[in-house]
Nanobody, 123 residues
Framework: QVQVMESGGGLVETGGSLRLSCSLL????????MGWFRQTPGKGREFVSA????????EYANAVRGRFTISRVKMRNTVSLDMHSLKPEDTAVYFC????????????????WGQGTQVTVSP
């Protein structure tokens, strides 16, 4: 059984930093491209960032480009999202996702989703 597990969320002040981690259990990280999405109450899930299976290509939403960095740690079967200069509008539940097709991942299609981790940025 494949499981996606996120961790690292929390409460931080504006301008602070957090690192989110995503572990893929039951499936090799080398198979899938990985991505992060976020969702706030009353809104749909939106794309944040994605990285291809080789780690050579990364994509970011305009709202986070220059502040967030996605990376892969293959030996730990983990994908991380380093978030800096956080803003109140970054407050959301962040979800990790996996898909063997990069273009589908970018549009929010995923075979596997985690339960999400809450990120709250106070003003």
């Amino acid at each position: 059984q494949v499981q996606v597990m996120e961790s690292g969320g929390g409460l931080v002040e504006t301008g602070g930093s957090l690192r989110l981690s995503c572990s893929l259990l039951g499936r090799s990280l080398e198979i899938d491209h990985m991505g992060w999405f976020r969702q706030t109450p009353g809104k749909g899930r939106e794309f944040v960032s994605a990285i291809d299976r080789d780690g050579g290509r990364a994509e970011y939403a305009n709202a986070v480009r220059g502040r967030f960095t996605i990376s892969r740690v293959k030996m730990r079967n983990t994908v991380s999202l380093d978030m800096h200069s956080l803003k109140p509008e970054d407050t959301a539940v962040y979800f990790c996702a996996a898909n063997p097709t990069f273009s589908l991942l970018l549009t929010g299609h995923s075979n596997y989703w985690g339960q999400g981790t809450q990120v709250t940025v106070s003003p």
